[in-house]
């Protein structure tokens, strides 16, 4: 008869609103790499459906695992159920914990902010124990690190809601002048759509800004700038070793991170610099390693998330 199987194995999931990122990796084995989009229009049934084929996969193709991170965007309660989710509006009120327990019987599991995780994976990485991350894409995600634990406990750094503009824009919460209504990939298109008099999507920012086309350099510097101030006043709050900023749309432009790092160096105070500000290490997967991160951690010393409860 075959022996029980190796559960040694750690799986860190990246959710996002599109499309989800699987990682498992173990000593002395190669690691498991899979993306795969979500059901089009699909409700978290279907969504769920579809994570479970994806695990089932994993497990025929790699092999068990014993301990599983998850990223998520969307809002959780302590119980694990999932408050608000605009990304996918379906999942509000899902049984978020439940459904993790039923997918990964036996495995210790744990959700945590994917802003958060990405700010634990980019300051490991960096081995920094003191780190602000800024991620620049659909929203703006972000997450804090001191003392090298994720902050705050209780709740995830919702550094895209900092308001850095009172009259500015509305953003998707509702409220006027959050950093992602300027900032973000959606913000800054809308934008350069307004300057150029009509439709710009994301290769036609990219090759306007090589060009030095006025509609582009302009929409992309004023969102440098709104990530600039929330770089510095994060600066003067918690005087980090480092400002990372990340995200898929942010790593898509030449020349994006450098100009909000020399927006946030003219920012400096005398005797209280600012931080200095460096693109991401892992790019687009910062969240996805941050959740390897947590699974890893729940084998050992853990980090503050919110632990999927137990029966």
Do not use: N
């Not at 124990?129 to 620049?136: A, I, S, T």
């Not at 994720?150 to 824009?169: C, Y």
Request: aromatic content about 4%.
């Amino acid at each position: 008869m075959p022996g029980p199987q190796r559960r040694d194995g750690v799986l860190g999931v990246d959710v996002g609103g599109t499309k989800v990122a699987l990682r498992a990796e173990a000593a002395g084995r190669p690691a498991y790499d899979r993306t795969f989009r979500w059901p089009r229009d699909a409700d978290a049934a279907a969504d769920l459906a579809a994570l479970s084929t994806e695990v089932d996969r994993l497990r025929d193709v790699w092999g068990p695992v014993g301990a599983v991170g998850v990223a998520m965007p969307a809002t959780t309660d302590p119980a694990g159920t999932v408050t608000t989710w605009p990304g996918r509006p379906g999942w509000a009120g899902l049984d978020l914990a439940g459904a993790l327990r039923r997918l990964f019987p036996g495995a210790a599991t744990a959700v945590a902010d994917d802003g958060d995780l990405a700010a634990l994976a980019e300051a490991r990485h960096a081995g920094r124990d003191d780190v602000v991350y800024l991620g620049v894409g659909t929203g703006i995600g972000g997450g804090v690190v001191l003392a090298g634990r994720s902050v705050p406990g209780r709740s995830s750094a919702e550094i895209g809601h900092m308001v850095v503009a009172l009259d500015g824009e509305r953003c998707d919460c509702g409220r006027r002048g959050c950093l992602q209504s300027i900032a973000s990939g959606p913000a800054t298109l809308r934008r350069a759509a307004a300057g150029r008099g009509g439709k710009v999507d994301f290769d036609d920012l990219r090759a306007g800004l090589a060009e030095g086309r006025s509609w582009a350099v302009e929409a992309v510097e004023a969102s440098c700038r709104a990530l600039a101030a929330a770089v510095v006043s994060l600066g003067e709050l918690l005087d980090p070793a480092l400002a990372v900023v990340g995200g898929g749309f942010a790593a898509g432009l030449p020349g994006f991170v450098p100009l909000v790092a020399e927006r946030v160096r003219c920012a400096g105070r005398p005797g209280r610099p600012a931080p200095p500000v460096r693109a991401a290490a892992l790019g687009a997967l910062s969240s996805l390693h941050g959740a390897v991160e947590l699974a890893r951690d729940l084998t050992g010393t853990p980090v503050p998330a919110r632990p999927v409860p137990t029966l």
